[in-house]
């Protein structure tokens, strides 16, 4: 007897007797779903298209060219595809090994039973301890990792960045910005909603004034280059003695800051110092590095001055006190707090207390 005709006869008999079918689903479970098109680095995706990365289908939720899947808040994780991600696979990716190279998108097993995935190529960085990865990128039992986390929720829009950078440099980007706040996620993401949306005016604030406005991303006074060696330090500048000029928001510079900069975020700035140059979301790194970390010649990092009440005076104290304030310099001062007022002015939150050092 053929199976269509069996099923048609325990229906009618189950039917006669009340009872309900179930039909086992094991020979017709679902295969997963096709992939799309593999991504390209070199190609452009538009909001809504899709490519498929790591045996993950992803959408681009806006333009974006060159950011990995997996590895950018700019795509969107639509689950497995292809033959190897169905509901009954688990991961298989390889054990993590220091000083293997890894590539953007590089998804591996630390000894914490964690998968982890590279967010940028790297020698082999302990994925605990770089921000050069997703810490953690467990998997979902299903078969592939799950979709890192977001910065969508940042306190400034896009739009409100373009206004307050309305001739900015192009290789500052707001994706550059929002990709690199996972290297220290208490910033702007702290206290209240106001407190927050004060915190990013500051940095902004600041590197708006470091910068011009984010339109320099080098400093332009070139014969100060060769200043920027400390040789005293023990590793010395491996990249020359006049590799270590400001560079990005901040305007990072001295080999010691480098290397510093470098350790904290698990790049290899002192022997790579153009990094910060050429690359984005490391410029923005190295500047987020210095405002939470830092407190150079104040007390207290500007992180802490801004969720702890101290005020926007002393985020200038952090960053160039030693000339600026005490009367040192009250026109810069005054053009920083000019840009803090303008910005709070944007995201609608008051300025606060204590503008001025």
Not at 184 to 196: E, I, L, Q, R, W
Not at 260 to 286: C, E, F, Y
Request: with cysteine; charged share 10%.
């Amino acid at each position: 007897m053929s199976r269509q005709r069996l099923m048609a006869l325990l229906t009618t008999l189950a039917v006669a007797l009340g009872l309900a079918l179930v039909v086992p689903l094991a020979s017709t479970a679902s295969a997963a779903a096709t992939c799309a098109g593999a991504w390209n680095s070199s190609s452009v995706y538009t909001g809504g298209t899709s490519a498929s990365y790591n045996s993950h289908n992803w959408q681009a939720k806006w333009w974006t060219q060159g950011e990995t899947p997996g590895a950018a808040g700019v795509w969107a994780d639509q689950g497995a595809c292809g033959g190897s991600g169905g509901t009954g696979g688990s991961c298989d990716y390889p054990a993590w090994t220091a000083g293997h190279a890894y590539v953007a998108g590089d998804v591996v097993k630390y000894t914490d039973g964690n998968y982890y995935v590279a967010e940028h190529d790297n020698p082999g960085y302990d994925p605990v301890i770089s921000t050069w990865y997703w810490d953690p990128y467990s998997c979902n039992g299903g078969g592939g990792p799950t979709t890192p986390p977001s910065n969508g929720s940042f306190v400034v829009s896009e739009a409100q960045f373009n206004q307050m950078f309305p001739n900015r440099n192009s290789f500052y980007t707001y994706s550059g910005l929002t990709a690199a706040l996972s290297a220290y996620p208490g910033f702007a993401t702290t206290g209240s909603d106001t407190v927050k949306k004060q915190e990013a005016a500051a940095f902004l604030a600041n590197v708006s004034h470091e910068t011009g406005g984010l339109v320099y991303i080098v400093e332009q006074n070139t014969a100060n280059y060769s200043h920027y060696c400390d040789a005293t330090q023990p590793y010395g500048c491996p990249a020359g003695q006049s590799a270590y000029y400001g560079r990005g928001p901040i305007q990072l510079s001295w080999n010691f800051n480098y290397k510093a900069a470098g350790d904290a975020l698990g790049i290899d700035l002192l022997h790579n110092p153009n990094l910060v140059q050429t690359d984005s979301a490391i410029a923005w790194k190295t500047g987020l590095w210095y405002w939470n970390t830092q407190n150079g010649p104040g007390t207290m990092t500007p992180h802490n001055a801004m969720v702890n009440g101290a005020g926007f005076g002393e985020t200038i104290r952090s960053i160039n006190g030693s000339i600026e304030c005490n009367g040192g310099n009250p026109a810069q001062v005054q053009s920083r707090i000019n840009a803090y007022q303008s910005f709070v002015s944007i995201l609608g939150v008051p300025a606060g207390n204590n503008l001025s050092c």
